[in-house]
């Protein structure tokens, strides 16, 4: 085999990455478990502080939704600027490389 062809001139057929295991997405679920709990205990214990009915008062579930939709934009936010911190990180690094002639 040569360059990705057998002998008999037949194309290889194209690798595709294996899909991650079970037990490989099992710290991710965990880590987002986590923080569902979280962040539910969180807002449950802010707004909801009627216990004499079956259902939630508008203004608990008004709460609510505000308590977890500030949670969603905090999050995407700092998502957002540890994704800018790394992108300098890296172009430093480079520059830093360049800098030591380990990048032409």
């Known amino acids: 085999m040569l360059f990705g062809r ?3 001139n037949k194309p290889a057929a194209p690798t595709t990455p294996a899909a991650p295991s079970f037990e490989d997405q099992l710290p ?3 880590e987002f478990l986590r ?3 979280r962040i539910a205990e969180v807002c449950f214990n802010d707004c909801i502080n009627d216990f004499t009915g079956r259902t939630t008062t508008a203004s608990e579930n008004s709460c609510v939704n505000f308590c977890l939709e ?8 700092i998502s957002q600027r540890f994704q800018e911190q790394q992108m300098l990180m890296n172009e430093n690094q480079v520059v830093a490389g360049k800098a030591k002639g380990l990048f032409q």
């Open 6 to 8: 057998s002998s008999d």
């Open 28 to 30: 991710t679920l965990r």
């Open 35 to 37: 923080e569902y709990n």
């Open 70 to 77: 500030k949670f969603l934009k905090v999050t995407q936010r």
